[in-house]
């Protein structure tokens, strides 16, 4: 994570049972931060964790790169001639 620190928390272990007898309870604590770790006689067979918007999250690491980043010419090689159209053949 650019700019922050990251915050690594463990899992929730819930077995299937208590992930069907409260459902709307832990997608809740999904939404809200926490990750699930499903488990069927103590193995984890799958972890649910929050949907991330891609885009939103895109853009907060390029407005954390902006203090400290400069975009310049991005379609020409530095020292190096060549035509956009070969480079597409």
């Known amino acids: ?7 690594v928390r463990e899992p929730i272990a819930v ?3 208590e992930l069907r007898n409260d459902i ?4 809740e ?3 809200l931060g926490e990750e699930l770790a499903v488990t069927v006689r103590g193995t984890v067979v799958a972890r649910v964790l929050a949907a991330v918007d891609v885009r939103a999250e895109a853009r907060k690491r390029l407005e954390a790169l902006r203090p400290v980043a400069r975009v310049g010419d991005v379609e020409s090689p530095i020292d ?5 159209l070969d480079a597409h053949r």
């Not at 709307?24 to 997608?27: E, F, M, Q, R």
């Open 29 to 31: 604590r999904v939404r």
């Open 24 to 27: 709307a309870g832990w997608l």
């Open 80 to 84: 190096e001639s060549w035509d956009v």
């Open 1 to 7: 994570m650019v700019g922050g620190d990251l915050e």
């Open 15 to 17: 077995t299937v049972s």
